[in-house]
């Protein structure tokens, strides 16, 4: 609910736990707890991604798409004497998403956009559209709920439709010539 209060959860009628009464809107919050729980393990370099489906309610359906997500949180590269030890930036997880993206031989048809969810740093943090559709967004999460989560460092994160981000586009193939040069 601090994560994404805009969207309506699916709720259980009879869940397991009384902490697991809802179905998860989004992969962020596990990844957080998981990323927390490696901060307070002294964890100074934490990267951790998920795949899997989160269910999101729309009337009276429930659409359960899949998604890939990650996390970023502490120093940049592994600490080193030749180097100033930097915290990762959004930059570096942008980066890194545009790599992910370039497998799909489709980088011209992704757009980074400023606009992005009310949990994520206004100034840091972008929607990911392919094809004019938003597939997910990427950004640092909002400094009010890195304080009340208690992280050291804002953590970077990133949320994407696993289908619409991976779907390729194949390379035609032309003739190769039989005489070589």
Excluded at 106 to 116: E, G, I, L
Excluded at 119 to 142: F, K, N, Q, T
């Amino acid at each position: 609910q601090r994560l994404l209060p805009e969207l309506q959860s699916v709720k259980l009628a009879n869940p397991i736990a009384a902490n697991l009464g809802v179905m998860r809107l989004s992969l962020w919050p596990g990844l957080l707890q998981a990323a927390l729980d490696n901060q307070r393990r002294q964890q100074d370099r934490v990267r951790l991604f998920e795949l899997g489906s989160v269910f999101l309610r729309e009337g009276t359906v429930v659409s359960e798409p899949r998604r890939v997500a990650g996390i970023a949180l502490g120093l940049r590269v592994p600490e080193q004497w030749a180097d100033k030890a930097e915290d990762v930036g959004f930059h570096d997880v942008k980066a890194d998403l545009e790599s992910l993206i370039s497998l799909s031989n489709a980088s011209q048809d992704f757009v980074f956009d400023s606009k992005s969810l009310a949990c994520l740093h206004p100034g840091r943090s972008a929607a990911v559209y392919r094809d004019g559709v938003c597939i997910g967004h990427v950004g640092e999460l909002h400094p009010e709920l890195v304080k009340q989560m208690g992280f050291v460092g804002a953590p970077v994160l990133f949320e994407l439709d696993l289908i619409a981000a991976t779907r390729l586009t194949v390379a035609r193939a032309a003739q190769v010539s039989r005489f070589p040069q």
